[in-house]
């Protein structure tokens, strides 16, 4: 492929990215409507969102809390607010590979730049990350365990949902290429979900393990958001993983994107 070619799909790229930004006055209208017209004439509203992520922390917590010898003071902000983060990496796992497949129709009929879709599913998670943040916070301060986030939480929030935007769309296009994907990433997220420190702690662990398990990317995602929601900050150690891996995933993406991006709707 000639340099003039690759220049081209650079600038297309580019082309894209920048006009899906544009449409913003219409993907955040849509994603406040996706968010709320489900819960539309119900008696609790949105609350029905953290219902399962109340649910499932405090029976963790109370579980683990027996196992470990940790006051649930202790173990449900660790537990709660490592589900919280790990429900919004999850994305890529379990809504990124039908990111094109479920809009399909739109995308053969309507010339909507592809990173619009990528736009408004990411703004809608972060819409619901914020929304179970203010429910954490508030359960938090009921059992007595609430604690002031420290600031660094914007700068982490912010790298995760740059990871979540370029691999989701990574996925996605892979996805609508090879179909399998849409069925083999949920298991996956099982997978990943058990073997990363989310509600047990890595202090468990010795050896080769607990080294090799300090650089699982979803481990180091979690900790640059979840120390500053417990108060703390995370160390140069998981921010240097987190921004590798952040960066590599950047690259990826924008090159991945670049050359297969005219290609989205003959695989759909």
Not at 39 to 49: D, E, Q
């Amino acid at each position: 492929m000639r340099g003039t070619e690759i220049l081209f799909m650079f600038q297309k790229a580019i082309k894209d990215i920048i006009g899906g930004f544009n449409m913003r006055h219409v993907w955040v209208h849509q994603a406040l409507h996706d968010i709320t017209a489900k819960y539309k004439r119900t008696v609790l509203g949105s609350l029905w969102l953290s219902g399962g992520m109340i649910v499932t922390s405090l029976s963790l917590s109370i579980v683990f809390g027996a196992l470990f010898k940790m006051p649930l003071q202790q173990a449900l902000p660790y537990t709660m607010s490592g589900i919280l983060i790990f429900g919004c990496i999850g994305y890529v796992f379990n809504e990124a590979p039908e990111l094109f497949m479920s809009s399909a129709g739109t995308i053969k009929n309507i010339a909507y730049p592809f990173t619009y879709f990528s736009y408004l599913a990411s703004f809608r998670l972060l819409l619901l990350f914020l929304h179970n943040l203010v429910i954490y916070e508030i359960f938090t301060v009921i059992i007595g365990a609430g604690v002031l986030p420290h600031w660094s939480i914007v700068l982490g929030i912010a790298v995760m949902m740059l990871v979540v935007m370029t691999w989701g769309m990574v996925i996605g296009m892979v996805a609508a290429r090879y179909r399998d994907m849409r069925f083999m990433m949920p298991y996956l997220g099982q997978l990943v979900s058990i073997l990363t420190p989310i509600f047990w702690k890595l202090d468990g662990l010795h050896g080769p393990i607990a080294s090799l398990m300090a650089y699982n990317p979803f481990y180091v995602f979690i900790q640059i958001v979840r120390r500053p929601i417990l108060g703390g900050w995370a160390t140069p150690h998981e921010w240097a993983v987190a921004l590798a891996y952040a960066a590599g995933g950047l690259v990826i993406w924008f090159l991945s994107f670049s050359a297969f991006r005219r290609r989205i709707p003959f695989w759909l």
